[in-house]
């Protein structure tokens, strides 16, 4: 039988259905186990890793119960409660010079679990007394406490009246018989029993006051050493590139930088940047600052010598004092003090200072030489 057109593409989409139904079932058939298998796995890893978590938490248990029969009390009752009693009254009687009274103990069974001892220790003294008592109680390692601590005060006395409630254990396995624990405690935050005298400063009976802090006088900072009043400017030449530089020597490490106009400048806590450099001077523009400074030939960075001084009309009639982080300070300018370093430069021939006037002495007018002819 031949298909036309039509029935041919109908049987093929039946025969695509029919493929994927087919491997739909193939597919459900095969991921239902698996899923099941995936779901088996997780479960068994959750109850391994729980299993994990009780087994860690029960070695954990065993060595604190181990830890416990170490620091436990004699296993038999009466030699117990005599060695213990015995302990304690050494330590109230170290501890506590005015004296002290220790009540029988009491024993107090838990079921096949433990045993407890029950003591109160009557005392008097200071906190001092009191520190070291404890300290020495949980210096010890016994399976032991204080369950509860009564402080009053005794009138017209630094001395105060002390109802220490001590407690301890004793555990059917514990592997001692005839003596107490040899091991030191580990519940305390220094083994030194000076750390606590904090405790003997305190008064108990007020609101807490912090300490005042001591009355320290406050010392004058020691001046910084400046290295920038040791860097000189030694020269001013012309580059290579025809440019102008400046040769700035740094006496404190042997060092010569070359400088340009527009390359920062650091020397110490002095920064700054060259603005313009001449022929005899060169200036540095300083932060904060809206003129520049200016440092002639030969001079340093500070002017501690002919000075630093900033630009503009007043230039001249102004010395600065440049410090790190904030505006230079600027002085009113003096005579020059004596045996100052001259500045670099020539002196205008003819003038006051000149060697022709120094030999020829001030200009006369023309009375004055007739007169003396």
């Known amino acids: 039988m031949i298909l036309n057109k039509r029935e041919r593409i109908l049987a093929i989409v039946v025969a695509a259905l029919l493929v994927v139904v087919v491997g739909w079932q193939v597919f459900a058939a095969i991921a239902d186990p698996l899923g099941q298998l995936r779901a088996q796995q997780l479960n068994l890893a959750n109850d391994l890793e729980r299993k994990t978590r009780e087994k860690e938490a029960l070695e954990q248990a065993k060595e604190r119960l181990e830890e416990w029969q170490r620091r436990s009390l004699p296993s038999d009752t009466e030699l117990a409660r005599e060695l213990y009693r015995g302990w304690l009254s050494v330590l109230a009687g170290k501890s506590f010079s005015s004296g002290f009274n220790l009540d029988r103990p009491v024993v107090t069974p838990r079921g096949d679990f433990y045993n407890k001892l029950h003591f109160v ?3 008097q003294g200071t906190l001092d007394q009191l520190a070291r008592f404890l300290h020495g109680f949980y210096s010890a390692g016994h399976l032991h406490m204080v369950y509860s601590l009564l402080v009053e005060p005794v009138e017209k006395s630094g001395e105060m009246k002390f109802t220490i409630t001590v407690e301890a254990l004793i555990l059917p396995g514990a592997d001692r018989r005839k003596e107490l624990t040899k091991e030191p405690g580990n519940r305390l935050a220094s083994a030194d029993v000076d750390a606590y ?36 400017a030694t020269a001013i030449v012309g580059g290579r590139d025809g440019r102008l530089e400046v040769w700035l020597r740094k006496r404190t490490t042997d060092e010569t930088l070359t400088l340009h106009e527009g390359d920062p400048l650091e020397v110490g806590p002095f920064k700054g940047m060259v603005a313009r450099i001449s022929p005899r001077e060169f200036e540095i523009r ?24 900033p630009s503009g009309p007043e230039g001249p009639a102004a010395k600065p004092d440049i410090k790190p982080g904030g505006p230079p300070e600027v002085k009113p300018a003096g005579p020059p003090e004596t045996g100052a370093r001259p500045k670099f430069g020539f002196k ?8 022709m006037d120094r030999r020829r002495g001030p200009k006369k007018s023309r009375g004055d030489r007739e007169t003396e002819k």
């Open 121 to 123: 220790v009557h005392a």
């Open 197 to 232: 005298k904090a405790i003997a400063e305190r008064n108990l009976f007020a609101p807490y006051a912090p300490p005042k802090p001591p009355d320290v006088a406050k010392a004058e900072p020691k001046p910084q050493f400046d290295p920038s009043r040791y860097a000189y």
């Open 286 to 309: 300083v932060e904060g600052e809206p003129k520049p400074y200016v440092v002639a030939l030969g001079d340093n960075l500070r002017g501690t010598e002919s000075a630093a001084k």
């Open 348 to 355: 205008r021939e003819g003038g006051p200072n000149s060697k």
